[in-house]
């Protein structure tokens, strides 16, 4: 009984790890830039820029023609000397903000970034709003208020 | 006051993101607005599909409403509108330029002469770079160009007969009528 079980959890460990094999394979096939410091600009920006055919992959994640030509376009932003804004910059006079995973900050997604903070401090005032009105029940309960 | 708090706000709540899924399901996630509407258009100058020695110069198309569509014989989408193309290209409204993306020259040669040649130009852009530029993702792309080299609409999706009525004729009747020097 226990062999069998044994026997089945192995076989689903080596189905997972085979199923996941395929992203251990590096999508990008261009040479490295012999910089190590470019190398990491470049592999940093494409992690930044959408995809926009396979809108949930970034471009450094897809393998779509499309994906291709931004990376060459990005590497040879990178080899020209522009900075990473420029590229940033060229990406959404091209594409819209949507190219960027990161969104930035503007009037149209203020709301996007701010909400987190809102609810936090929604939260917080609803939280001791609580706490307060325990404790002074509490204390409305307890014998030195008065007539228990 | 107590009863409104516990059962109201998470009614009201409730609906208003019930409304937002609701408004959200409406929407084409492959949408995406292009920031160049209302922008001049990117200047390209590519060769010919026919001719590589003939170049193409989006330059010499001012002064005219035109409109680029965006294809490639590896397009599924773009065999699907293309016979709605022919029939557009029939009334003569506009020239249409064709922007032949990544594509194989003889298949894209091929392809016309089977199908019928919608366009009166086409440019070849092996490299996909001008696509980069006028912010293409996904063929079959149309845009509309006003006379000043504006950008005054784009399409994503295979054209249709409605949309060409809806959305590009009455822009295009409207553009050229703002430039009647160059009309006749």
């Not at chain 1, 190398?39 to 396979?54: D, F, G, K, M």
């Not at chain 2, 330059?59 to 569509?69: I, T, Y």
């Not at chain 2, 080299?149 to 007969?161: D, E, N, R, S």
């Given at each position: 009984m226990t062999q069998t079980f044994t026997k089945l959890a192995r076989t689903l460990v080596a189905t997972l790890l085979l199923a996941f094999a395929g992203t251990a394979l590096a999508i990008d096939a261009e040479k490295a830039f012999e910089d190590p410091a470019l190398?990491?600009?470049?592999?940093?920006?494409?992690?930044?820029?959408?995809?926009?055919?396979?809108q949930n992959q970034t471009i450094a994640d897809s393998n779509a023609t499309l994906a291709q030509d931004l990376r060459r376009e990005v590497r040879e932003m990178i080899a020209a000397g522009k900075s990473d804004d420029d590229i940033r910059e060229f990406m959404i006079e091209r594409y819209g903000d949507f190219v960027l995973y990161r969104p930035r900050m503007t009037a149209s997604t203020f709301l996007l970034?701010?909400?987190?903070?809102?609810?936090?401090?929604?939260?917080?005032?609803?939280?001791?709003?609580?706490?307060?009105r325990q404790a002074a029940l509490a204390d409305a309960d307890s014998p030195e208020a008065g007539q228990s | 006051m107590n009863n409104f708090l516990k059962f109201g706000i998470p009614l009201v709540l409730f609906a208003l993101l019930g409304g937002f899924l609701?408004?959200?399901?409406?929407?084409?996630?492959?949408?995406?607005?292009?920031?160049?509407?209302?922008?001049?258009?990117?200047?390209?100058?590519?060769?010919?599909?026919?001719?590589?020695?003939?170049?193409?110069?989006?330059?010499?198309?001012?002064?005219?409403?035109?409109?680029?569509?965006?294809?490639?014989?590896?397009?599924g989408g773009c065999r699907q509108e293309h016979d709605t193309l022919l029939a557009i290209a029939r009334t003569k409204a506009v020239p249409m330029v064709g922007l032949n993306w990544k594509d194989d020259n003889a298949a894209?040669?091929?392809?016309?002469?089977?199908?019928?040649?919608?366009?009166?130009v086409v440019a070849e852009d092996s490299e996909g770079r001008v696509a980069i530029d006028w912010g293409v993702y996904g063929a079959p792309e149309?845009?509309?160009?006003?006379?000043?080299?504006?950008?005054?609409?784009?399409?994503?999706?295979?054209?249709?007969?409605?949309?060409?009525?809806?959305?590009?004729?009455?822009?295009?009747?409207?553009?050229?009528?703002?430039?009647?020097?160059?009309?006749?």
């Open positions: 190398q990491a600009r470049y592999e940093h920006i494409n992690r930044e820029l959408r995809c926009l055919v396979c970034w701010a909400t987190p903070v809102l609810l936090l401090l929604l939260g917080t005032f609803i939280g001791i709003r609580y706490v307060r | 609701f408004v959200g399901l409406q929407r084409d996630p492959g949408y995406v607005p292009s920031p160049l509407i209302g922008k001049q258009a990117p200047e390209f100058s590519l060769p010919s599909l026919q001719d590589a020695g003939y170049p193409v110069n989006s330059s010499e198309l001012r002064g005219r409403a035109w409109v680029l569509n965006v294809w490639g014989t590896w397009c894209a040669q091929e392809w016309l002469r089977r199908l019928g040649n919608p366009y009166s149309t845009f509309l160009i006003g006379p000043d080299g504006k950008v005054l609409f784009k399409h994503i999706a295979p054209m249709t007969m409605e949309v060409w009525n809806a959305e590009f004729l009455p822009r295009i009747q409207a553009a050229n009528a703002g430039a009647p020097a160059t009309q006749g």
